[in-house]
């Protein structure tokens, strides 16, 4: 767990991509910028917990974000994501038991697409699902 140390800088989505056993990966309420890298959620795919919240990460969230098949908990909330949330993410549903991807940049139409999705998909199989 790094989360709270004042780390800022790039997201090392990259270094982080070369931990294929990682387990859990918090670098929540830290100050990394970037985007999320296509790579990474491929390579974390034994990662349960993966909690990047309150930080300053940005862009589209990749498709690739299906290949986390382990994951129980993810938290992506209160950074500057926008677009589209990739239908993917409906894979997940059977390992995920908490989501929250609230507080970012969604306009009102990705907002309803957002709980339109998450909703009857992900919602009646995960318990705490919030957008």
């Known amino acids: 767990m790094l989360s709270q140390n004042m780390l ?5 989505g990259e270094a982080l991509a070369c931990l294929t056993n990682l ?5 929540s309420h830290n100050t990394f ?5 296509v790579e990474m959620p491929n390579r974390l795919r034994k990662c349960e917990r993966l909690l990047l919240n309150d930080n300053q990460l940005h862009g589209r969230l990749p498709s690739t974000l299906m290949d986390l098949t382990a994951c129980r908990e993810l938290d992506l909330s209160n950074n ?5 949330l990739p239908l993917a993410i409906g894979s997940l549903h059977r390992s995920l038991t908490y989501v929250d ?3 970012n940049e969604w306009n009102d139409e ?13 919602y009646a199989a995960v318990p ?4």
């Open 33 to 37: 910028v970037g985007a999320l890298s």
């Open 110 to 122: 990705e907002k309803e697409e957002l709980l339109n999705f998450l909703t009857p998909r992900l």
């Open 8 to 12: 800022k800088g790039v997201f090392p």
């Open 101 to 103: 991807v609230s507080q």
């Open 80 to 84: 500057n994501f926008k677009g589209r």
């Open 23 to 27: 387990r859990e990966l918090d670098l």
């Open 128 to 131: 705490n699902v919030i957008v």
